[in-house]
């Protein structure tokens, strides 16, 4: 093992845990916006997840799928039993696709 890979496994740890409640945040809140009676704009949920689980996947630079499911989880937890059902289970690929993105520009950048 290399001498600086430990302080550096440390400060991503500590980085994704500085991280984790900023991507569970952004997905309540898009998720509350989506559950709002009378809401009804697909198109900016979609681009909300896409820019919240990019943005959160792109400082961490490690982990897309755990920025995917922290930001997209929501939509579908809140929407299941109602009127959109299984369609709002897309709001996890679509933070999926954000959150790749993210990991990618952070790896291009690197």
């Known amino acids: 093992m290399m001498p600086g890979s430990t302080s550096r496994r440390g400060r991503a740890s500590r980085d994704e845990l500085l991280l984790m409640p ?3 945040v ?19 949920t979609v681009v909300l997840l896409l820019l919240g ?7 961490s630079g490690r982990r897309p799928w755990l920025w995917a499911v922290l930001v997209g ?9 109602g009127a959109s059902g ?12 954000g959150a790749a993105l993210g990991y990618l520009v952070a790896r291009l950048a690197a």
């Open 86 to 97: 299984a369609a709002s289970l897309a709001a996890l690929v679509v933070a999926g696709m």
């Open 22 to 24: 900023v991507a569970t």
């Open 73 to 81: 989880v929501w939509v579908p937890l809140l929407e299941i039993g």
């Open 53 to 59: 689980a990019a943005a959160v996947a792109a400082a």
């Open 26 to 44: 952004t997905g309540l809140a898009i998720a509350w916006l989506d559950s709002r009676p009378g809401y009804d704009a697909t198109g900016v």
